[in-house]
């Protein structure tokens, strides 16, 4: 058969569903083969936007996502969501046209090395030379790119290799058990938690697998163990649990990390020292077991003293059946820290001050969106703000990046998330800045006739920089902008535009909004004056004596 029908044919074997791309003329031969293929293409605006696509759909159905493009600005447009997709760990297959290496008519236009580019910011990356390596290419890379830890993969197709005449057949698809942890390390782990005084779990991003949800919320519960978790681990046991501390929006000072300093074992599960630390480890302070799938990366702040490696799941499988509540556990401590969490997280969420305070915000879109709903953050202020009062009540209800901590992906990410889940509500919340990188894509959204809220934040300026340079005794200088018309923008669109005047209209909005069909666009002006107040001064007045 022709290469590209061939390459077509293992992605079906791999299971792919979606293709999500701007193809190039490179890549015709490949969109011919797709034309009658099981896989649907969803063609996007830019390049960037369908990256942050498929490294959604692989970061919510553990599967690979598969983006194309084509050669030179194509796959430059590529870099970013390759970065997204590796640091955050979502499975990714990035496929790149190139012009003909056999022999070419047009010099060195367009060309760069993909392959090359690829490599710092791919698990693998190669250029398919002969139609037949394109099966066990394949295979290779989705097994590469799914295997923990999950990242980005590229293949380059060139279009003369895509259109030659081939003899290979797809791979048959075979999936590998995780290893186990050696039962003696599981038992050292089991004596550790048992002579500690005051265990905290820490839930990370890597924690995030179905198995591993329900291992951790029966553990929690039989244990009766403390925990909290990073960013990227929202969602993993339901935050609405007794024993819930919260979220590590900010690596030090908040009221959470009394609870952290205070405790003289830290048990933490799936953290990856790609995301902003969630506590600084320090010489003779408290004991840290490592649970994870991969060794730790050891750096200054994080040193375990014992690490746990091999499947999740069935480590914390182990530990439940070996460890009951010890009745010398001392939670007193972490039970008034709770409360002193609760108290703050409550504190404004109530004000009904215009512009919108982010407290007030948080809590009027956590009230308005279901138990099993999607929210999408895009990069800002914002982003803390929403990690520290948001609770998820289930896995990968709050889907945000703390990895890279691009500005862009909201919107793309919760496109990807209500073609994952269509039954699903799903709202992608933007800063202006962060929507406008990608703003493109409400056409892409209208086309394929979702059911979505986006939320636009509304500052005018780069707020979290704004923020940044105020508490750095800098001018307020370079960091202010104008905004579109932002109803008139979607309604451009084919979407529906609503411009919040009175902060009395929000309930009203999202309840409308989310039961109504189409994408609808809110546009929020929001006042983060109480950022400097409560992120700031509040939390470096902390004493943590209670």
């Not at 060309?111 to 190669?126: H, S, W």
């Not at 074992?265 to 953290?271: A, F, S, T, Y």
């Not at 799903?426 to 979702?450: P, W, Y």
């Amino acid at each position: 058969m022709k290469a590209s029908d061939l390459f077509v044919r293992s992605l079906e074997q791999e299971g792919v569903k979606y293709i999500f791309g701007v193809p190039g003329e490179e890549n015709l031969d490949l969109l011919e083969s797709l034309r009658p293929s099981s896989i649907q293409l969803i063609l996007t605006r830019h390049e960037q936007a369908a990256g942050f696509m498929a490294a959604t759909y692989g970061r919510l159905t553990g599967k690979v996502g598969v983006c194309l493009a084509t050669l030179g600005p194509g796959a430059t447009n590529l870099v970013t969501a390759a970065a997204y997709a590796q640091l955050g760990a979502m499975p990714i297959l990035m496929i790149s046209g190139q012009k003909p290496i056999k022999k070419s008519k047009q010099g060195r236009f367009q060309i760069i090395d993909v392959v090359e580019m690829m490599k710092p910011i791919t698990k693998f990356t190669r250029q398919v030379v002969h139609g037949n390596s394109i099966p066990v290419l394949i295979r290779e890379a989705v097994r590469v790119a799914q295997e923990e830890r999950p990242g980005a993969v590229h293949l380059e197709l060139p279009e003369d290799i895509a259109a030659e005449e081939c003899t290979a057949t797809p791979y048959e698809v075979k999936h590998a058990r995780r290893p186990h942890a050696d039962e003696a390390v599981i038992d050292r782990a089991v004596a550790l938690i048992r002579a500690a005084k005051m265990p905290l779990v820490l839930i990370g991003a890597g924690a995030n697998r179905n198995r591993t949800c329900r291992a951790l919320s029966q553990w929690v519960d039989k244990a009766g163990l403390y925990f909290f978790n990073t960013q990227m681990g929202k969602g993993v046991v339901d935050e609405r649990h007794p024993r819930f501390l919260g979220t590590a929006a900010l690596s030090s000072k908040d009221y959470l990390h009394c609870a952290i300093d205070r405790a003289d074992l830290i048990i933490n599960v799936g953290h990856d020292v790609i995301e902003k630390p969630p506590f600084f480890m320090e010489e003779g302070g408290s004991k840290v077991i490592h649970i994870n799938y991969f060794s730790a990366q050891v750096d200054e702040v994080y040193f375990p003293q014992l690490e746990v490696v091999g499947d999740i799941a069935w480590s914390i499988d182990e530990l439940t059946a070996r460890l009951e509540k010890e009745k010398h556990w001392d939670f007193d401590y972490f039970k008034r820290i709770k409360n002193e969490v609760e108290i703050h997280v409550e504190e404004k969420s109530k004000d009904a001050h215009f512009p919108v305070l982010p407290q007030h915000l948080v809590a009027q879109v956590r009230n308005a969106m279901p138990d099993d709903g999607i929210i999408t953050l895009d990069n800002g202020i914002y982003k803390i703000w929403f990690a520290r009062n948001y609770k998820s009540y289930a896995t990968n209800a709050v889907l945000l990046d703390n990895a890279l901590a691009t500005m862009g992906a909201g919107l793309p990410s919760a496109m990807a998330a209500k073609i994952v889940y269509p039954e699903k509500k799903v709202m992608a919340i933007c800063g202006d800045g962060g929507f406008m990188m990608n703003s493109q894509e409400l056409e892409t959204a209208v086309r394929l006739k979702l059911d979505l809220v986006v939320l636009i934040l509304r500052d005018d300026a780069y707020g979290m920089i704004k923020w940044k340079q105020a508490g750095m005794g800098f001018k307020d200088f370079g960091l202010d902008y104008g905004n579109p018309d932002f109803v008139k923008y979607a309604e451009a669109y084919g979407a529906m535009g609503h411009r919040l005047e009175t902060t009395d209209q929000l309930a009203g909005f999202f309840k409308t909004c989310l039961d109504a069909p189409g994408i609808h666009l809110v546009e929020v002006p929001v006042d983060y004056s109480e950022n400097q107040k409560v992120l700031i001064e509040e939390l470096n007045a902390i004493t943590c004596i209670l």
